[in-house]
């Protein structure tokens, strides 16, 4: 597995106007794979979008390594940059607590149709359902209120047969491991829907002691 980072490029008026929904990104991300492409695979690549020190910078975990020249197409040159996740996968242990970020899409499905949640409530919520299956919990402040908060929430454009806006809810906070095999398999496979667009990928770091 691999974890990648580029720095995308907000000066470049041309690429800017390019990058406008969803499946823009998506594309990017896809085709910083080409020997996938000439292979026909098709690999899932969990990817978001963050923001850091006012800068945009795309986030992929991948089987494979991606070529870095495409996956430079649309960010600054020389920002690329990818390393071996397996090793960090590899020492998450069972009791370690972690800072966490997710960028995630809280949905339900009734009816044969998905929804969005809307209220704060109802996306945290959507979130704390799930921390069991996906190996860890959400850590608790002295106070008793869970360490974890929205920080983010938009609603982004996706142009897919048509124009559709997407919930799309950031987390941040605090969490303990209580399953490591099952918390490795989160980082990799991602929360929730909409992967492909950018949703669902977790990542941690782990707390100083």
């Not at 041309?14 to 990104?25: I, N, P």
């Not at 495409?70 to 972690?98: P, S």
């Not at 809307?118 to 799930?130: A, D, F, S």
């Amino acid at each position: 597995m691999f974890l990648s980072r580029v720095e995308i490029n907000t000066q470049n008026r041309q690429k800017v106007r390019d990058l406008t929904h969803l499946g823009a990104y998506h594309n990017w991300v896809e085709n910083s794979f080409p020997d996938e492409i000439k292979q026909g695979k098709r690999l899932r690549h969990l990817w978001r979008i963050d923001q850091l020190h006012g800068k945009r910078y795309l986030l992929i975990v991948s089987q494979d390594k991606p070529n870095l020249k495409k996956l430079e197409h649309y960010g600054v040159e020389g920002t690329a940059v990818t390393k071996q996740y397996q090793r960090f996968l590899d020492k998450i242990q069972d009791g370690e607590k972690m800072r966490f970020r997710l960028a995630a899409n809280p949905s339900y499905r009734t009816d044969g149709k998905v929804y969005p949640h809307i209220t704060v409530e109802q996306q945290k919520n959507w979130l704390l359902q799930r921390t069991d299956k996906a190996g860890f919990a959400i850590s608790t402040r002295v106070d008793g209120s869970q360490e974890f908060d929205i920080v983010n929430r938009e609603w982004p454009i996706l142009h897919h047969k048509r124009r559709i806006r997407l919930s799309q809810v950031s987390f941040e906070g605090t969490l303990t491991v209580t399953n490591e095999e099952k918390l490795r398999i989160t980082l990799t496979h991602g929360i929730g829907r909409e992967k492909a667009y950018g949703m669902g990928l977790l990542t941690v770091i782990p707390l100083r002691k």
